[in-house]
């Protein structure tokens, strides 16, 4: 029997014993390490059963004989009339042969360890030419996706942020880099954490063994607002993922238009509410299927408001929003943040932290300090100027652009109307 | 009954567990960390010219070999004159140990005026803090290297100082330890002007004797406030009195001689290290 | 007799004719009231000092802990911004660590080092004075920015480059909370080099006749080990803080990426001061609990040469693994499997440490007095501590869990159920040593089932959360995750041990003020510091220096009265005729020198170089005067019941 299999059989039987936790959800989640999806959080799942292994053995035999000797040899009334206990300093075999017993139990954990240390660290060599190659590149406080492989005519990579589509049952490559600050890249079901270094190529692999949606988030600190950079991976189906990938080189939708007038007083006017600070970014339905409101915000909206979305569209450059974000066929070219040619087909806003919906965006859109606090499109990024500016004296901070709410329904129109 | 039975009254006779003083093994202890700083800041520079920046300078021709090895030259030989100075105290003669003090100041001094000599030519050539990751880990470390000397001259002065502290323990000599102390400064640091004013004039008018006129001229006030604070120093050089400064005292000359070889030693390295391994 | 009275070393009269002193070198000679504080020498004051200001601050850091439990005891809590929760675990892992265990570890060393070797103090008394107002000074300067528009330093306590750099640490000019961290570890390393390099002299070269090292106790041997490794590990992470301090105030880029700067640089010289750190915190602990297991066990530490070596063994290794706090930052396969096996090694003497325990134990009568109740958590925790950080050695799993809730809970295992676990039994275990009082049995043990139960139910599902995926340093988490319950499980647990640390400080003062009173060696101990004459100890400690003669001294001193006794009066009589007991003169000049560095350091964080340069002056200052000053001393002489003569003998 090769290591491999016993370290397979320990690990199913760890998980078994671990079943009471699982079914009250201490170990279930989006991003459990448990839940494995892929074959490099599996590895790195086996390496762990075989530590736990050995710590509990190590742990039942050593707290034993200490509970034992504690109670054993506790001192009771009678015994104050006992003699003193012999004054013996110890036993150098007992001591040597603990040592060997300890080196032992590390070797079996150190062997399966070197395995997958070269395991995890790159796509297996025979793999090699069959996997995809993703750059992702940490932001305060998101992430942007780079694909290298799909070049758009004029314009170089595709770009995506916070939602890393890849295909599912292929090695994926993702290139790690930082725009700023040490970030971290962590999506648990898939692999483990791999930080993202500034001044240094850092990498890792991952593979999704199904289609799926899955959970990721910054694990280093980074500032402010460490706590709500999130990111999603979607696996898609390889046909669907070159169908998202046609669909994702083309240029922005643009609405036709309508000769109507946009209901912002109007009848069907519904007024946006924006939750209070910190207040939950999803909804029940979307946390029971992620995967199929994906698939939905890929296709147009239904009761979309043509009028009101062209008139985000002139907002979107008015309020100078183009200086920052590019939305390819149409008015930006920024850089700075991210990329929203596709916006209307991303679950979420704000990196990851809120579901897609009008009334997170209009959230977003009208108080992003209270959703993420010192974020860059609010405190202003590489010189400019953002929601705020700074005063001469360079202590405080100004505000420089206002958006109403009528304003912010516009852009939600027009953002969500870019699919 | 151990091999130590017997009282120890520790703070008094100097009688240690191991027989060696306590202020020696501070001192080596001190030492041994110390060591760790200069490990930590030499691993930054290496790593730094293993992982050039792009404004890295052209460093050989900044370097001037010349006077660095000169200057490397003269804090060894200060090392010398460390070790007669900590013999010369042993043996209890104060006479020869301020002689050998002065010698070891005088030695830190020029290498001190080459250092800052050196630091002011290089910003010259436009090699600052800023200007590049080899400035910055170049300045820090021969920098903290520097200021280690500095210390040590320091010390060194004060121990000098120490030297004329009167046996009569009822005179007092603060007021001339003071004078002494403040000539000391001020003389270094007009030294410092006048030499640098001297280097200068000679740059441009070429190293003879003319360029040594021009340079003191040029630093007219610096000369003055040189040849005062000396003329004091030297005033203050004798002691017809019996002074509290012998054996006793060669611990303390011996734990400074310890100090100041090891920055000498850690020189050798950097010296190494940051100026030769480049010429490779 | 005229011949006594010279010392056999310099040949000069012991004492002196008295010296014609200016009125700022008059030696401080009060024995009680304020000034006798700030000026004290005495290391047994200077521990009390160090364990005063460490607590304060433990129950500053514990605060802050609990605000932060609040905060995510639900989901999308408002309690705390994303910025105060973010300076409120840096300041709480910053106090915890350099200004509550580590200053309480030293109050340790000082009081009980010296006691434990025989010594009368330490080798340099008025060093170790300002070893601790030089640490008052580095946690005033580290907390002086929660009284500012700032607010405390925010990059986390191991402030990885480049968000410590003007770019992203400084909000607003004027922001100087990242300065000031900065200043504060580099002066508060400065302490613990100095107190450490006494230490290390002290053990070394100030032993009782006979104390061979291999007789000297436990908690002596890890004192010695400690000192080794503060000495050696602090100047990475100073150099580390100045090249940081030159990015920030003088322009250069060691850190700066866009200067061509490695952030990987910086995580390497942190984390080969940051590691050894870690046994910088424990090995004090394990010490204390070698103190406490034989005691309560009424037999030897068992494989007492083993213990020591692997304490050194571990300190040796300590340098040696760094990197494990790396293993996500891409360093290759190589170092990664090197560190992983290194880690691995490690727990080797770690364990080992834990059989002799259980040996201690084994065969003897135990008796679960409240310090041996403490001891024996301390040995479940740090074992639970030690496991979970088994699972971290094996790289692959540590991608996993590196940076969430389960190293959260790894290290709380580590540094409260072992550190604190055992520095709280040797409160308990010395408080009638240093105080002459008894804590209450009931309420001893009282708070030790309180703390007990709130540390796991707090800490315990932390694993859990960890493994859930719930990274650490997040001041917000959706409701959806699978980790509301273990949160508001852990937010309860830390409340329940926070009512039982109240319990167990409101145990402690009220037996200060009216305990009851006990004689000396109420424990029935084994070591040195026990056979000092009363308790609480008089200023020169031993009537008599003792004269060491195995390894656990004072029950060979039990066990033979008679020899002991006679040995002590001819020793008594000896001293006297070499001048009495020598003790050290009381200076001001360690807290001057300390206010110099306050000054100067906090006018450098804050930019402000003029002052900068006064405080340097100030302090330079202090050390000359502190120099020319002289260590100074004075003779006691006693009467024959052993009490201070009134004449409190002549100074010099």
Known sequence: MSFATISRRLATATAVALLPLFTSGWLTGPQSTFETKGPVARSQLDVFYVTLWVTMIVFVLVAGVLA???????????????????????????????????????????????????????????????????TAHGLQWWFKFEYPAEQIDGTGALVNANELVIPAGRPVRVNLRTADVIHSFWVPKLAGKVDMMPNRGNHLWLQADEPGYFWGQCAEFCGESHAV????????????????????????????????????????????????????????????????????????DAGEDVALALRGRAVFKEKACIT???????????????????????????????????????????????????NKMYMGVNGMAGYMTADPKGDMTVAHIKVSDDEARALVEYLHSLK | MSAHAGTIDHHHDHTTTTGIPNKKLFMWAFLASDCMFFAALISTHVIYRLHPTPDSPDVLKIFSIELTSFSTFILLMSSLLMALAVGASQKGKVEATRKMIL?????????????????????????????????????????????????????????????????????????????????????????????????????????????????????????????????????????????????????????????????????????????????? | MEAALKSAYTEKDHAPQPAVRPWFFTRPTAKTGIVSWLTTVDHKKIGLLYGM????????????????????????????????????????????????????????????????IGARDVAFPRLNGFAFWVFLAGAIILNVGWFTKAGAPDVGWFGYAPLTSNQFSTHFKGDVSTDLWVMGLQILGVSSVI?????????????????????????????????????????????????????????????????????????????????????????????????????????????????????????????????????????????????????????????????????????????????????????????????????????????????????????????????????????????PLVFGRMVSEFWGKLSFWVIFIGFNVTFFPMHFLGLNGMPRRTAVYDGNMGWNEGNLIASIGAFILGIGIFIYFVVIVYTYAKGKKIKRDPWDARTLEWAVPSVPPPEHNFHVTPTVHARDAFWYEKTHAKEIAEENALHAKEEESHGGIHMPSQSWFPILTACGMLFGGLCFAHHFFPG???????????????????????????????????DHGDSH
């Not at chain 1, 079996?108 to 995809?132: C, F, H, K, S």
């Not at chain 3, 639900?74 to 309690?79: A, D, I, K, L």
């Open chain 1, 68 to 134: 034992y000797a504690t109670l054993k040899y506790k001192a009771r009334k009678e015994d104050a009339e006992k003699p003193m206990p012999p004054q013996g300093h110890g036993n150098p075999f007992v001591e040597l042969g603990l040592i060997a017993l300890s080196i032992a139990a590390l070797v079996v954990i150190a062997v399966p360890t070197l395995r997958a240390i070269w395991y995890t660290y790159d796509v297996p060599e025979e793999q090699r030419a069959n996997a995809y190659e993703v």
């Open chain 1, 229 to 300: 950079m999130r990111f999603r991976v979607i696996a898609l189906a390889e046909p669907d993922f070159a169908a998202w990938v046609a669909k994702q080189k083309q240029p922005a939708r643009t609405v036709v238009a309508a000769p109507e007038q946009p209901k912002l007083v109007a009848a069907g006017y519904i007024p946006l509410v924006n939750p209070k600070r910190n207040a939950p970014g999803y909804t029940a339905e979307f946390d029971a299927d992620p995967m199929g409101h994906w698939i939905a915000k890929q296709e147009v």
């Open chain 1, 324 to 374: 920052c974000h590019a939305v390819r066929g149409h008015d930006g070219l920024g850089v700075n943040g991210p990329d929203l040619t596709h916006f209307g087909s991303r679950t979420t806003v704000a990196a990851g932290l809120l579901e897609n919906s009008k009334v997170n965006l209009h959230r977003w859109i009208t108080e992003p300090n209270n959703v993420k606090p010192g």
């Open chain 2, 103 to 280: 010698g070891t100041i005088f030695f830190g001094l020029i290498f001190l005026g080459c250092q800052v000599y050196e630091f002011n030519h290089f910003v010259h050539l436009g090699l600052t803090l800023k200007s590049s990751m080899f400035g910055a880990t170049f300045y820090t470390l021969t920098g903290t290297h520097g200021v280690h000397v500095a210390i040590g001259v320091v010390w060194l002065v004060l121990t000098y100082i120490r030297t004329f502290k009167p046996a009569d323990a009822s005179k007092s000599w603060i007021a001339r330890a003071v004078t002494q102390f403040v000539a000391f400064s001020v003389a270094t640091v007009a030294f410092m002007v006048v030499m640098l004013a001297v280097t200068h004039a000679g740059a441009e008018h070429g190293y003879n004797l003319g360029a040594l006129v021009k340079g003191v001229e040029h630093s007219l006030v610096a000369t003055i406030v040189f040849g005062v604070s000396s003329a004091i120093l030297v005033a203050l050089s004798r002691s017809s009195w019996a002074v509290d400064f012998g054996e006793a005292n060669a611990i303390d000359v011996e734990g400074m001689g310890l100090y100041w070889h090891f920055v000498d030693i850690v020189w050798i390295i950097i010296f190494t290290v940051v100026y030769l391994l480049e010429y490779l």
């Open chain 3, 53 to 116: 200001f460490s607590l304060f601050f433990f129950l500053v850091g514990g605060f802050e802990a609990l605000l932060i439990r609040v905060q995510l005891a639900v989901p999308n809590n408002t309690f705390l911004t994303h910025q105060l929760y973010n300076e409120m675990f840096t300041m709480h892992a910053t106090t915890m660590i350099f200004l509550a265990v580590m200053p309480l570890s030293a109050a340790f060393f000082n009081y009980l080092m010296p006691l434990q």
């Open chain 3, 195 to 431: 107190g450490s390099l006494n230490f290390i002299v002290t053990i070394i070269n100030m032993r009782a006749p006979g104390l061979t090292m291999m007789r000297l106790p436990v908690f002596t041997w890890m004192t010695l080990f400690t000192a080794f490794l503060i000495i050696l590990s602090f100047p990475a992470i100073t150099i580390a803080l100045v090249e940081l301090m030159m990015d920030r105030s003088f322009g250069t880029g060691f850190f700066e990426v866009s200067k061509g700067g490695l952030p990987i640089l910086w995580q390497h010289l942190f984390w080969i001061f940051g590691h050894p750190e870690v046994y910088i915190l424990i090995l004090p602990a394990m010490g204390i609990v070698s103190e406490i297991l034989p005691t309560f066990s009424r037999k030897p530490l068992f494989g007492y040469p083993i213990v020591v070596f692997s304490g050194a063994v571990i300190g040796f290794l300590g340098f040696g693994v760094w990197s494990h706090h790396m293993f996500t930052t891409g360093l290759g396969t190589m170092a990664t499997a090197a560190f992983s096996l290194a880690t691995m090694a490690i727990a080797v003497p770690t364990g080992v440490k834990i059989f002799n325990w259980i040996g201690t134990l084994w065969g003897g009568q135990i008796h679960t007095r409240t310090p041996m109740m403490f001891a024996l958590g301390f040995i479940w925790m740090f074992m639970m501590g030690g496991f979970s950080g088994v699972m971290h050695s094996a790289a692959p799993a540590d991608a996993q869990q590196q940076d969430s809730y389960f190293v959260v809970a790894h290290f709380h295992y580590v540094l409260i159920g072992g550190s604190i676990f055992a520095l709280l039994a040797g409160i308990h275990f010395y408080f």
């Open chain 3, 612 to 646: 900068a340069i006064v405080g340097g002056v100030l302090t330079f200052l202090g050390v000359i005067g502190w120099a020319f000053e002289g260590p100074g001393g004075y003779h006691l002489h006693l009467d024959k019941d052993g009490n201070v003569k009134p």
